[in-house]
């Protein structure tokens, strides 16, 4: 997990995912919308059997993650057949969803890049993370005056950016 969260606590088991649901408040809309996204890109529920696995998302600004509360910290929790993310804010939540996707196993991720290569089912681990910036700014320069980059090629940075919770531009 890049950056290193601040507290990474193993669980005994697995979480087996196939079918989801996103549950959600209506203010985190974007941020549920990306998680389904991301999820439909590494997997392919329709072929998954069993119950549905629910992903909840919340906000809770009194977060506290061990030394008093932070902007943009996070609790991911996947255990119990569920998978639980609250954030001091949508930033939080944001962050907690990149740390999710990187839990999902490098071979769903490469297997998913073939056409018809997505999963039916990911294997996660049970885990217990929380976390929150070391600073509030954490960014990256762009010098498109010498070196001129197409709009997808900035669009691509910016995706990485958010992959490793990068916030400034």
């Known amino acids: ?82 998978i639980a993310i609250r954030g001091s804010d949508a930033a939080g939540v944001f962050h907690a969803i990149q740390t999710l996707r990187q839990l999902v196993p490098a071979d769903a991720v490469q297997a998913a890049a073939r056409p018809g290569g997505r999963q039916h089912e990911l294997v996660l681990p049970e885990v217990h993370i929380a976390d929150a910036p070391g600073f509030a700014f954490r960014g990256m320069h762009l010098d498109v005056a010498r070196h001129f980059q197409t709009k997808q090629t900035v669009e691509k940075l910016l995706d990485v950016m958010a992959y490793y919770k990068l916030n400034k531009f």
């Open 1 to 82: 997990l890049l950056p290193t969260p601040r507290q990474v606590v193993p669980g005994r088991g697995e979480l087996r995912l196939g079918r989801v649901v996103i549950d959600h408040p209506r203010a985190l809309n974007r941020e549920a919308a990306y998680l389904a996204a991301a999820l439909d890109g590494v997997l392919d529920a329709n072929g998954s059997r069993g119950g549905a696995t629910v992903i909840q998302l919340a906000v809770d600004p009194r977060l506290d993650i061990g030394d008093g509360p932070h902007a943009e910290a996070y609790v991911l929790d996947v255990a119990g057949g569920r």
